[in-house]
Every structure is written in C-alpha cells, then in structure tokens.
C-alpha cells in the first residue's frame, strides 16, 4: 500500500509535466514520421486530407451490431493523411503516407506521460549513477517498442496500408519479410507497456522502502 501511495503522491506531483510532455511526444513522433519519410524518398509531400473522424465514428457505431466489431474499426480510423501522390497513373496513386490515427495519438501520449513519469522518479532516486543509467536504458527500449509498434507510414510497395512494418521496410529489410512480423505489433507494444510500468512500479517500490529505512535505523540505535 506504501508503494501505491508514493506512486498517487508523483502522478500528483508531475501531472502537469506528465500531461505537457505526454501532447509533446505524440505531436513530435508525427513530424518525425513524416520527416523520416520525406529523407527516405526525397520529396516533399504534395497533398493533405482531412477526415472527419466524429462523424466516422458515428457512422460505425450506428452501423456495427457488434461492440466486438465495432472497437478495432474506431481504432483505425484516420484523422488527417499527408503524403506523396504520383500523378503518372490516371488520377493518381499515393506512393507514400502518413496516417495521424487518434487512437494511436492516445496510445502515444501515455507513453509520453509515462515516460517523464519515469525520468522524473529517476532524477530523485538515490541509486547509484550507473543503476540510473540502467532505469533510464529500460525506459527507453520500453518507449522505442511502443512508438516503433504504433508507427502510422504506408507505402506502396507494402500495400498502402498504414503499419509500423513501413518503417523496417525503409531501412531495408525485405518487403515480405516485413510483412511477416506485422502480427508481433500488439505482442512488442504489450511489452514496451509492461516495461514501462514495471520502471514505475519498481522507481516507487524503492521510494517507499528508503522512506522505512531511516525510521528502522533510528529504532535500533
């Protein structure tokens, strides 16, 4: 219980800056995406749509009997698509996109929120230097299996759908093999998860045992 209270007293204490960095991750890993897309094909994108996502999601839930069907449906919805449209082809065919998601969007600012829940327990813990370096090691690979699990790009050449397994086929691995880990997005995001909430379960843990000891010294004195 020690343990939960130490952890309501941070969140408390860091709901601001968990809630400001939380937005800023999730705007900043979209203008990464589309800054790494535009490097990847040396373009600039040359059109942008909005959808509107509320009356999408009506629709849905209007028209899906099944709350089943219905949740991964909402959760794939786009908001906005920015990309590259080669025009060679009648009316055009998008070579290359970025897919703002709001349900990705969400899923990014509490990795955000977490992540400088985590740093900020970090700088107050009283371990030693290089088991800081660890916690904050494990708080990043944690952040990057999210992130890169939670990656909205498509391209042509993989579909177009929008997938986090775009990003590893821009850096080279084959298109098919690519493809075959799409299913492992959910299994390696659950893990950046757990990652994440072990960091601030354990970062609490320690707080509230190095509140005990000083009262166990001064008992056997």
Excluded at 154 to 175: F, I, N, Q, R, Y
């Amino acid at each position: 219980m020690k343990t939960l209270s130490v952890l309501g007293s941070e969140i408390r204490k860091n709901w601001r800056y968990m809630l400001v960095n939380g937005v800023l991750f999730a705007l900043l890993f979209q203008v990464a995406m589309l800054i790494a897309l535009m490097v990847r094909f040396q373009a600039f994108p040359n059109y942008t749509t909005f959808y509107n996502w509320p009356e999408a999601v009506s629709v849905i839930i209007q028209s899906t009997p099944s709350i089943r069907d219905m949740a991964p449906i909402i959760w794939e919805e786009w908001l906005i698509e920015i990309g590259r449209m080669n025009y060679d082809y009648g009316t055009g065919i998008s070579e290359w996109s970025l897919n703002v998601i709001p349900s990705r969007l969400l899923v990014l600012f509490f990795v955000g929120a977490m992540v400088s829940l985590c740093l900020a327990m970090v700088r107050r813990d009283t371990c030693q230097a290089g088991v800081s370096n660890t916690l904050r090691a494990t708080t990043g690979v944690g952040t990057l299996l999210i992130a890169m699990t939670n990656a909205t790009m498509s391209w042509v050449v993989c579909c177009a759908t929008p997938t986090w397994v775009v990003g590893l086929a821009m850096l080279g691995l084959g298109v098919s093999s690519s493809l075959a880990l799409e299913q492992l997005g959910p299994v390696l995001s659950g893990a950046g998860f757990v990652l994440l909430t072990a960091m601030i379960i354990g970062l609490a843990w320690r707080r509230a045992r190095n509140r005990r000891d000083p009262e166990g010294v001064l008992a056997h004195a």
